[in-house]
Structure formats: C-alpha cells, structure tokens
C-alpha cells in the first residue's frame, strides 16, 4: 500500500496541475474573445455616432451655410455670439469634440483598435485646418479630460 501511494498522489498532482493548465488556457482564450467582442462593440458606436454627425450636416442646411460663411470669414463668429447661428456651430464643434474624447478614452483603455485611432487620428488632423476647430477648442478645452486637453492641443499645434 506504501508504493500505491506515491504513486497515486503522483498521478492526482499530475491531473491536478493539468486542469489548472486548461483553465487558464480557457481563461485566456475567454478574454481574448471578451476584448474582440468588446472592440466590435466600441468600434460599431464610434463608427454609427461619426455617420449620424455627418448626416447631421447634410441634413441640416443652415449648419452647413453657417460652416461655410464662417470658415471663409474669421471674423465671422464674433459678430455672431449670442445668435441661433453661433449656438448651432457651437453645439456641432461641441458635439465633435465629445465624440474626438470618446474615441480617445477608449483607444487609451484598449477597447479601441490601434488601426481604427489611426483613422479617427488623421480624420482630426485634416479637420484641425479648420480656424472654426481651433475657435471653438480654445473656448470649451477646460471641459474635456487631460489626455484630450493634451491630443487636440498637440493637433492643432501642427495645424496651425
């Protein structure tokens, strides 16, 4: 009975220490599903949020002459605080903004691919030639975390 012992406490060890190497390999194949899954998710919002933007502006008529006649007039905008006209380009640069920081938090947390911040990455940089972008940054930057205070400071910086 001594030498089963061993024997049979090798033999339960062994199975013992093979099913903790298939759980975590379990566990490992888990999250890396999880992250994938995740990612689709957060991509699918950013890309539907980008598009509803965007048809926002095609929609929206006066949005777009205001766009226009503001861009091709600097001055334009400050003869314009305080009307409709300035609240709505106000509310569409907010608006891009929030959707610039949400895209970043959640490329910083990982749940974001590295090849689609490539993209939202240089969408920003050609939009950042905008003198209306750096407008309405300088007047709503206090409101947006440090890291996108850091980002759009960093674009515009390169843009201008």
């Known amino acids: 009975m001594s030498e089963r012992t061993p024997r ?7 199975v013992g220490i093979f099913a903790v190497v298939v759980s975590l390999i379990f566990v ?3 999250i890396r599903q999880n992250t994938a899954a995740t990612q689709s998710a957060t991509y699918q919002g950013i890309f539907e949020g980008a598009q509803q933007t965007l048809v926002n502006i095609i929609e929206n008529e006066r949005l777009r002459e ?3 006649v503001s861009e091709a007039d600097p001055d334009w905008i400050a003869g314009h605080i305080g009307t409709a006209d300035y609240l709505l380009l106000y509310a569409a640069y907010s608006s891009r903004f929030n959707a610039i920081e949400n895209t970043l938090f959640h490329y910083l947390h990982g749940t974001y691919p590295q090849e689609a911040w490539q993209g939202t990455d ?3 940089r050609v939009l950042a030639s905008s003198s209306n972008m750096r407008y309405f940054w300088s007047g709503l930057r206090d409101g947006y975390m ?7 400071d960093s674009v515009l910086a390169l843009a201008h």
């Open 146 to 152: 440090p890291e996108m205070q850091s980002y759009m």
């Open 66 to 68: 205001i766009m226009v």
């Open 28 to 30: 490992g194949v888990e």
């Open 122 to 124: 240089g969408a920003v």
């Open 8 to 14: 049979a406490r090798l033999l339960i060890d062994s």
